[in-house]
């Protein structure tokens, strides 16, 4: 037993590192062609922790080409937004990931959850760098500012619905070919 459970959590920090690797891509170019599903995945395991004792994850995913793009910038902006959708749930909700076209020369990555919600009145706020309605000592307040700025210099766009009580859906829609200015 003790040598079972030792090989399944050598597998484990396996995939734990070769996702580190895959997801932070620092052997890599800057810019290169990305598998957004793949990339999904990826910040999954690495978010795992977070997420599972907080919601279940279901993935709805599209074929979509692969885009070109920092593979690492736009992993940080779905390990973000992952992490705020978890934040977000007080006791235990749904996450859905969604990725398709978007048009001929997009995509379309949206995550929902089932948390709190933003009220209206700070919509246009949530963006702002330091702003946040967390607690002091509890967020910087840069995580949707630097997904805003990760998406547009991509030359992307940054979607936001929410409803208070019932939770948000934040999409990304980002080109497929070359971007607008580099990241």
Known sequence: DLAQDSTEGLNDLTEMAQSLKDFSRLDRAPVASFDVNQGLDK???IARNLIKHKAEVRKFYGYVPEIECS???IN???LNLLTNAAQAI???GEIVITTKRHG?????ISIADTGCGIPQEIM???????FTTKEVGKGTGLGLSIVNEIVRRHGGELKI????GKGSVFTVILPIGQRKERP
């Open 161 to 164: 619905e929410s409803e208070v």
């Open 43 to 45: 910040t999954l395991i």
């Open 76 to 78: 940080q902006v779905f």
């Open 104 to 108: 001929d020369s997009h995509v379309a």
């Open 124 to 130: 246009d706020k949530i963006c702002d760098p330091f």
């Open 90 to 92: 007080e006791e235990r």
């Open 71 to 73: 593979p690492s910038q």
